[in-house]
């Protein structure tokens, strides 16, 4: 299983980033998948998941109606699009393969910075 994040960068706040993640050696449209970020000296927050199948989302409070996931099976790619950025978005962004009968992550990839400063 390989997970590839891209996208990332610096923005000013209000700005627009979307991210990307390539995935390959499992079966891609049949896996939840997240983003998932970790700001400087904080834990993990799950920013957004999708289902394989029919494509359901959901997302966390501190990001409802500013981010949109999305997943393209036949290219075996997920991606966040992120708009109206503040500067606590400021984190690494993970894109990462859920292990739903086991409630976790099970693969995840390298990570991409999203800084939001002026």
């Known amino acids: 299983v390989q997970l590839v994040e891209s996208g990332g960068g610096l923005v000013q706040p209000g700005g627009s980033l979307r991210l990307s993640c390539a995935a390959s050696?499992?079966?891609?449209?049949?896996?939840?998948m997240s983003w998932v970020r970790q700001a400087p000296g904080k834990g993990l927050e799950r920013v957004s998941s999708i289902n394989g199948g029919d494509g359901t989302t959901t997302y966390a409070d501190s990001v409802k109606g500013r981010f949109t996931i999305s997943r393209d099976n036949a290219k075996n790619t997920l991606y966040l699009q992120m708009n109206s950025l503040k500067p606590e978005d400021t984190a690494v962004y993970y894109c990462?393969?859920?292990?739903?009968?086991?409630?976790?992550?099970?693969?995840w990839g390298q990570g991409t910075q999203v800084t939001v400063s002026l």
């Open positions: 990462a393969k859920y292990l739903a009968g086991w409630g976790t992550w099970d693969y």
């Open positions: 050696g499992f079966t891609f449209s049949s896996y939840i």
